[in-house]
């Protein structure tokens, strides 16, 4: 598609429920990212994705985080038994990994992000 | 790992009003990356700076790389409404994957009319 599209675009939620956060990448864009946004803050990195490598996990903050991406396309957040802590925004953004400098290259290009509250 | 302090965290100001915004970083980075951030919306990229020294205008923007590689502002003159939003600096120290960046934890900018 012309930009990344995440959804749902709001999720609330109870305490100890799972929730699924999706992310459809930029069409061409090999690499995927999840970032995490708290209230007032920076974004806070969680996964990597490129290519077919293995992800880069070292972000993720607990082990009821985890995310998938099938065929290289599209892209699952998944948070298990949600606690309180884990109301945030959830922000994918994907982008090019190879090219010249200055030829938008590893700039990110990010959706709109998928809220999450947890009561 | 590496860190990025951003200043102001919050500023108010009158529209028409110039703004002035900067990141300072404890390493050497070879990419500064701003970016603006709309209510309800993700990070869109205002400017992206690629060689110390380097200063480069985007409409009323303008972004410069720091020469020592450890900082980069942001000027916005003659501030609108639609200027309001958060602005993030971010930084990659390596030619590799965009994994590298460091984002700062943004500046809110309050445009009063």
């Known amino acids: 598609g012309a930009g990344v599209s995440q959804s749902p675009s709001n999720k609330v939620t109870e305490k100890g429920k799972d929730v699924e956060l999706r992310c459809d990448p930029i069409?061409?864009?090999?690499?995927l990212y999840w970032y995490r946004q708290s209230l007032g803050q920076g974004l806070e990195f969680l996964i990597y994705?490129?290519?077919?490598?293995?992800?880069?996990k070292s972000g993720l903050p607990s082990d009821r985080f985890s995310a998938e991406r099938t065929g290289g396309s599209v892209s699952t957040l998944t948070i298990q038994r949600t606690q309180q802590e884990d109301s945030a925004v959830y922000l994918c953004?994907?982008?090019?990994?190879?090219?010249?400098?200055?030829?938008?290259?590893?700039?990110?290009?990010f959706g709109a992000g998928s809220r999450l509250t947890v009561l | 790992g590496q860190q990025l302090n951003q200043s102001p965290q919050s500023m108010f100001i009158q529209e028409g009003e110039d703004v002035s915004m900067n990141c300072t970083s404890s390493?050497?980075?070879?990419?500064w990356l701003w970016y603006k951030q709309d209510p309800g919306e993700g990070p869109v990229l205002l400017i992206a700076?690629?060689?110390?020294?380097e200063l480069t205008s985007n409409g009323r923007l303008t972004a410069q790389f720091g020469i020592t590689r450890k900082d980069s502002f942001l000027n916005i003159s003659a501030s609108i409404p639609s200027d309001v939003g958060i602005y993030f600096c971010?930084?990659?120290?390596?030619?590799?994957?965009?994994?590298?960046?460091?984002f700062g934890s943004g500046t809110q900018l309050t445009v009063l009319p």
């Open positions: 953004a994907s982008s090019l990994v190879r090219g010249a400098r200055g030829s938008g290259a590893n700039v990110l290009t």
């Open positions: 069409s061409g864009h090999t690499a």
């Open positions: 994705f490129q290519g077919n490598s293995a992800p880069d």
């Open positions: 390493s050497i980075f070879n990419t």
């Open positions: 700076l690629y060689k110390a020294g």
């Open positions: 971010a930084g990659k120290i390596s030619s590799g994957s965009a994994r590298q960046l460091t």
